[in-house]
């Protein structure tokens, strides 16, 4: 059984730092897309940021370009979600997600392209 467990959220003031984690299990995910992305409340999900399998390509909403940072490391099975500069709009749930499809030089963005999702991880971000 596949299971995606989000780590490492938390209150944070703005211009703080956090690092979220998400740790797969059940298969490797080594060559196949993973990704990262949040709920606000009353909003739709939304795209942050994707890795392609290989860790070579990756894709950033324009919101969190240049502050948020993504990598993983296949030999862990693991992907990372480095958050810097934090805003108040940064607060919502954030969710891991991995493709199930071989896929190591491309990055998804849309959840549509995405099988297995974890249960997600709340970040507050204080004025």
């Known amino acids: 059984q596949v299971q995606l467990v989000e780590s490492g959220g938390g209150l944070v003031q703005a211009g703080g730092s956090l690092r979220l984690s998400c740790a797969a299990s059940g298969r490797t995910f080594s060559s196949y897309p993973m990704g990262w992305f949040r709920q606000a409340p009353g909003k739709e999900r939304e795209f942050v940021a994707a890795?392609?399998?290989?860790?070579?390509?990756?894709n950033y909403a324009d919101s969190v370009k240049g502050r948020f940072t993504i990598s993983r490391d296949n030999a862990k099975n693991t992907v990372a979600l480095q958050m810097n500069r934090l805003k108040p709009d940064d607060t919502a749930v954030y969710y891991c997600?991995?493709?199930?499809?071989?896929?190591?030089?491309?990055?998804?963005?849309?959840?549509?392209?995405?099988?297995?999702w974890g249960q997600g991880t709340q970040v507050t971000v204080s004025s």
């Open positions: 890795i392609s399998g290989s860790g070579g390509n990756t």
């Open positions: 997600a991995a493709g199930a499809r071989w896929a190591p030089y491309i990055v998804h963005v849309a959840p549509s392209q995405y099988d297995y």
